[in-house]
C-alpha cells in the first residue's frame, strides 16, 4: 500500500563506504522507499536511511533510474506509523506556506 506519492522529504542514505549523504524521499509504502540521490549507491550494498522524525531505517536497492532509487526496507511500517509521519509532514507544509 502507497501511504506517501509526490513526496518532498529531506532525509539521508548512507552505505558502509561513505558518509551521510542527503536525498529527498519520494515515495513511501508499507515495504518500499523511493529516493532520489544524485550520488552513485552500490546496488551490491545495504543502505541505512535517515527520514527525520523516524528511527533509521535499513534497506536493499532493487533499482535505479537516472537519480532515483527504490529502496525495500527490512522490514514493514505500520500504517499509524506512516499515518503519524503524514500528520506531522502536512503540519510542517502547512506552516511553511503561511508565511
Not at 515515495?27 to 528511527?55: F, H, R, V, W, Y
Not at 500528520?87 to 511553511?96: H, S
Amino acid at each position: 500500500m502507497i501511504y506517501g506519492d509526490s513526496l518532498h522529504i529531506d532525509a539521508q542514505v548512507k552505505q558502509s563506504n561513505s558518509s551521510n549523504i542527503p536525498c529527498i524521499v519520494t515515495t513511501i509504502s508499507d515495504t518500499i522507499i523511493k529516493i532520489e540521490c544524485a550520488a552513485q549507491l552500490n546496488p551490491e550494498m545495504g543502505l541505512t536511511l535517515k527520514i527525520p522524525s523516524m528511527n533509521v531505517l535499513t534497506a536493499s536497492l532493487l533499482w535505479k533510474k537516472h537519480d532515483e532509487y527504490g529502496c525495500q526496507i527490512d522490514y514493514t511500517f505500520h500504517p499509524a506509523v506512516i499515518k503519524n509521519m503524514m500528520e506531522r509532514l502536512d503540519r510542517k507544509r502547512a506552516v511553511a506556506h503561511a508565511y
